[in-house]
Structure formats: C-alpha cells, structure tokens
C-alpha cells in the first residue's frame, strides 16, 4: 500500500495579518496595566501635612515615623527592596527606631506628622528619635499651593 502525499493548490507566500496581532498586543498591553497594584508609600495613613512656602524635595529615605491626627504612631523603613510599616506606640518607639538605625548606614529620621498635633509631642518624638541614634532629624511639610 502506496501513502500519497497530498498536494496544495496554491503554493504561495503565506501572508501574515498584522491587524489581529496588534489588537492581541494592545488587548495584553491594557490587561496587565490594570492588573498592575502600584505601591503608595503612604497608603493606609491619613496625615495632613502642615504647609511651607520653602520646601527641599527629599526622597524617602529608610526610615519616617509617621504620626496621625489620633497620635498613633507608625514607623516605615526598607528591607530589602520592600517598604514596610509598623504600627507603635510612644513607649516602644525609642527601642524599635535603635533597632532599625543600628541596620540602617542611613541615620536620618524623617517624621511625618499631622498639623493638628501639639507642639509638645512633636518634641517627644524628635527627643525620643536623637535617644534612638539619630544623626539628623527631618520634618515632612507639604508645598504650600
């Protein structure tokens, strides 16, 4: 028994549409950037900054104490390539901030905190952050419009 080898008609160039293949590209291009979670770095906290007319744009650094209008206190630094926060109180904060100054090469401390706070907690958090290792203190304001 003979196999025979079927034979095509035309034996032209096949043509590749590129209209479909662009819709599928978009399509795929569209998904992902929905699908994508962006990071804020201040997700999670409601602080309203007091506002300045002078302000010197500094990058988050590794690590901010972060401090809302109930005075809870949340402490954000970098491990590693992730951002992470925690939630403490005035009593643990000088432990945990030592903690984290002694891994950080960076000693500086940012601190965040909302316009309606006193003056006099404020202070207790920058006394508190000095006793923890800090070699310098910097206040987060928001650009005044």
């Known amino acids: 028994m003979k196999l025979q080898r079927l034979k095509r008609r035309n034996s032209g160039s096949i043509i590749l549409e590129m209209t479909p293949l662009i819709d599928v590209v978009f399509l795929l291009l569209i998904f992902f950037l929905v699908a994508t979670s962006f990071e804020d ?16 744009i500094k990058a988050v650094k590794e690590l901010q104490v972060d ?25 643990s904060l000088k432990r945990v901030l030592a903690d984290k ?26 006394t508190i952050s000095k006793e923890a290792g800090a070699s310098e203190l910097d206040i987060d304001t928001m650009l005044e419009k």
């Open 41 to 56: 770095i201040n997700s999670g906290i409601k602080i309203d900054l007091p506002q300045s007319t002078i302000r010197e």
């Open 67 to 91: 401090i809302t209008k109930g005075k809870t206190i949340y402490v954000k630094y970098q491990e590693g390539n992730e951002r992470k926060s925690i939630k403490v109180t005035k009593d």
């Open 101 to 126: 100054l002694e891994k950080s090469q960076d000693k500086t401390v940012i601190i965040s905190g909302d316009k309606a706070l006193d003056y006099g907690f404020i202070v207790d958090i920058m």
